[in-house]
């Protein structure tokens, strides 16, 4: 029998190394290479392992689908998400939510769960009591939720086979173990071989499995990437404290759309549906200041307006800076050099920061004649309209072209009472935007 043999892993990407690194070589990540014992495979000639029968084939014309009924969860904002035009949690789905620590993901599962007929709750980071803190908080103590401390994987598959929910919350998967398997909780092989079961497990009973996952603190999942090539749905839940909205987004959807979105307003009573997302969004905005534009985003198939804030100051250094909060940064700096060469406005002598009011990632393309204006406004200190909203997608030789769902977008603007600017074909035309009264 041949001995195990050691293999290195990046927790951040997952790629096998034949030596430890302080650097990983695909992701650039540091500190993330762990050593992980690989049990030999016992094969034949050719590489074919001994005893293995052929795998069945079956034509893709003789394949029959039953219709499984999706399951409503009681939250329409969160059956959008999953489904659109075909809301509810799909049977046998595991699906991953992640978001950073506070933005409240367990309090939106335990509503979720409370929600769901026969659900099973498996809290490895809270005890019972401090659930029942927050249950009753939220009005939730008189439902018939199950809820378990446990940690153990296998005491866990033991109760889901033999309770057959129809939805089993895991809070968190970075909290699970197993005594069969190296490592603490939390660590690459627990994480990736846990995941693997409860996916097995989901596909094999039928029964809707949502993952809890932790972030790390540049935003993105934490963990072995291959967790979210195994699950169904990738959702990530975002917001700003101040505010109290959150913002459910799909990064991956095996079952529907990932371009709808699912808005809150988070209270003392948990999640609470937003009648008129557009007039929330339009209640955070500020004075009319230089640096300040409106635009109409896109998320999913509904419109909001949205703030765009830039503070331009003269640089103290011989290298600008370049900040910014809810929009890509290198988009930013893209833009400011189409700024700098097609109307000659001078971001090379300036720091520039850029922040979305309300906290929120833009990633819509139609917002950059929005982040242009304010930052020119920023610049030559020259307020745009109040009630003026811009919006397009910017090209590199400065061409201003419709965003998606212009029509939409100019509808909602409309409709809060605002005015949409018309007749912009070129970064060219910015200057005219200051005035129109």
Not at 11 to 31: D, T
Not at 252 to 269: A, C, D, M, P, Y
Request: charged share 20%.
């Amino acid at each position: 029998m041949a001995k195990p043999k050691q293999s290195f892993v990046c927790e951040s990407c997952g790629s096998h190394f034949g030596s430890w690194a302080g650097k990983c070589p695909v992701c650039g990540e540091w500190n993330t290479i762990v050593e992980e014992a690989i049990e030999p495979t016992v094969t034949g000639r050719g590489g074919v392992a001994v005893n293995s029968d052929p795998a069945e084939l079956t034509e893709i014309s003789q394949i029959t689908v039953a219709k499984h009924l999706r399951i409503q969860s009681g939250l329409a904002e969160f059956d959008r998400v999953l489904g659109g035009d075909d809301p509810g949690i799909v049977p046998g789905s595991i699906m991953l939510l992640a978001g950073n620590p506070g933005v409240g993901k367990s309090t939106l599962l335990l509503q979720l769960a409370a929600s769901v007929p026969n659900s099973l709750y498996f809290s490895a980071e809270e005890s019972l009591e401090q659930i029942h803190l927050r249950s009753t908080r939220l009005g939730l103590n008189k439902t018939k939720l199950r809820l378990s401390p446990e940690r153990n994987i296998n005491k866990i598959i033991a109760a889901i086979k033999n309770e057959k929910p129809a939805l089993v919350v895991i809070d968190s998967i970075q909290t699970i173990y197993d005594d069969a398997l190296p490592g603490a909780p939390g660590s690459l092989t627990q994480v990736r071989d846990n995941g693997w079961r409860f996916q097995q497990l989901a596909k094999l009973t039928g029964v809707a499995i949502l993952l809890v996952g932790h972030v790390t603190k540049e935003g993105v999942m934490a963990g072995p990437r291959v967790l979210e090539h195994l699950v169904d749905v990738v959702l990530y839940l975002e917001g700003e404290r101040r505010t109290g909205l959150r913002v459910l987004r799909p990064d991956k959807n095996r079952f529907g759309s990932t371009e709808e979105v699912g808005i809150w307003q988070l209270g003392e009573t948990g999640f609470e549906v937003v009648a008129d997302p557009g007039r929330i969004f339009a209640g955070l905005l500020t004075e009319d200041v230089p640096g300040r534009a409106l635009t109409m985003t896109m998320e999913g198939s509904r419109a909001f307006v949205v703030e765009i804030q830039a503070l331009v100051t003269k640089t103290s250094f011989g290298y600008p800076k370049r900040t910014a909060q809810g929009i890509d940064a290198n988009r930013l700096t893209l833009l400011l050099a189409v700024l700098e060469n097609r109307l000659g406005a001078a971001f090379s002598s300036y720091d520039v920061y850029v922040n979305v009011v309300g906290g929120f990632t833009l990633k819509d393309p139609g917002v950059d004649v929005a982040v242009c204006a304010a930052c020119v406004s920023g610049l030559n200190k020259k307020t745009l309209p109040p009630k003026l909203v811009i919006f397009g997608e910017v090209g590199l030789l400065g061409e201003v072209r419709a965003a998606f769902g212009a029509e939409r977008r100019a509808k909602e603007a409309k409709r809060l009472g605002y005015t949409v600017a018309t007749k912009f074909n070129s970064i060219r035309d910015l200057p005219k935007l200051f005035t129109i009264k």
